[in-house]
Each structure stands twice: as C-alpha cells, then as structure tokens.
C-alpha cells in the first residue's frame, strides 16, 4: 500500500493526451514539491518532471506536470509509442521523514 | 556527465548482511546541496527509497528499514556504501543508487545508476 496513489494503469492512442493522477495527504504532495519518474522496464527510473512542474533539460514539452492541494498530474499530450512505460510520482513526507514514491501507472499506446 | 554505478553481490543468504557500493564521477559529494541516495525496487512493484547522505555528512534513513541501514561516504573516493544487517528473501529487489539535488529548484533524484539486482535465497 503505497502512500501516494496513483491509478494502476492507463491507455491512449497515438496523438491522444493522456493524464496520470497521484494522490497524497497534507504531509507530502499538500507541502512538499512533487516529483515524476519514467522507467522503461529493465531500466532505471528517469527522472521525467521535478518540483511539480519542471522538465529536466532534454524532456520534451509533451509532457507536463501541475500540483493542486494534496493532489498532482502528469499529462502527457501527443502521446508515441515511446511513451510506454512506467510513471511513478514522488514527494518527501514530513510526518513519516521519509521520501515516498506512488504504486506507479502502467501506461500503454494502444 | 554525471554517472553512477553500483557494485556488490547478486546472491546473499538470509541473516547475512549485504554491503553495496556507488561509486560516481561528474560531481563532488563535497559540493553544497548534494546528496546520494539508496532505493531499491522489488520485482514488479514500485521504488523504495532506502537512504540518504548529504554532502554535510547528515544521513537520513527509511523509517521503516532504519534499524538495518548503514549509510557513509568517501567523498575522496567518490563513493557511498550502503549496508543491510539481517537479509530476507523479502529484500530481493534491483539496488539503485541516484545523485539528489537537494537546492532553490527543490529536491529530488537526478541521475540513477543502472541498478543491480540482489537476490536473498539460502
């Protein structure tokens, strides 16, 4: 059982826009910034958004992040089959001090 | 370019103690809002995180695992060991060692090694 919670998996077609939630409390997504992983399965996670709303240097702008209350988004638009993957949501959780990291969505390009 | 990797055994006994090491290069964990970090991920579910040491030398732990973590650093070395006491096949999982930002643009993993799976079977 995961702190944050995320909808286990999601699905589009090519050119959609998908949207991925993550849901928290008030002692990590409520106060905390929140960041997304991408992970390839075999691979390691990459980091994909930071500080709610952030791309890293080399993400494209197709991929979008928002945070409001205790909850966070991932919005992926023009969605490619390259999208398919493993998106985690993560937040540092000031009452357990902890760094917690959703369940995960398993997204899949129809 | 910041790289990391991680090294250690891939099959451990139950009770041992499991030692593994990141060893880095493209930055210095001497450097003011740096960090590296320890998350594991069992097969098909979601990353845990286990452990973190700062550049200053503060070491934050898993509550959960906090009883069986050791963190430490040789900045010198450019690497970070991380040790588990009392292994359980419940600790299989891929091993992953990750650069923390920890600065004004907020907090979070950057750079991940490839990860190495350790599996705990007698």
């Known amino acids: 059982q995961s702190v944050l919670t995320q909808p286990p998996s999601a699905s589009g077609t090519p050119g959609q826009r998908v949207t991925i939630s993550c849901s928290g409390s008030?002692?990590?997504?409520?106060?905390?910034?929140v960041n997304w992983y991408q992970q390839i399965p075999g691979t390691a996670p990459k980091l994909l958004i930071y500080?709610?709303?952030q791309r890293p240097s080399g993400v494209p702008d197709r991929f979008s992040g928002s945070r409001s209350g205790t909850s966070a988004s991932l919005a992926i638009s023009g969605l490619q089959s390259e999208d398919e993957a493993d998106y985690y949501c993560a937040a540092w959780d000031d009452s357990l001090d902890d760094v917690v990291f959703g369940g995960g969505t398993k997204l899949t390009v129809l | 370019q910041i790289t990391l990797k991680e090294s250690g055994p891939t099959l451990v006994k139950p009770t041992q103690t499991l030692t593994l090491t990141c060893s880095f290069s493209?930055?210095?964990?001497?450097?003011?809002?740096?960090?590296v970090g320890w998350i594991r991920q069992p097969p098909g579910k979601a990353p845990e995180w286990l452990a973190l040491i700062y550049w200053d030398d503060d070491k934050r732990y898993s509550p959960s695992l906090n009883t069986r973590l050791t963190i430490t650093k040789d900045a010198s070395k450019n690497q970070v060991v991380l040790t588990m006491t009392n292994m359980d096949p419940l600790d299989t999982a891929t091993y992953y060692c990750a650069h923390y930002y920890y600065g004004y643009r907020g907090r979070f993993f950057d750079y991940w090694g490839q990860g190495t799976l350790v599996t705990v079977s007698s």
């Open positions: 008030s002692s990590n997504i409520g106060s905390n910034s």
């Open positions: 500080t709610n709303d």
């Open positions: 493209g930055f210095s964990l001497t450097t003011t809002g740096v960090g």
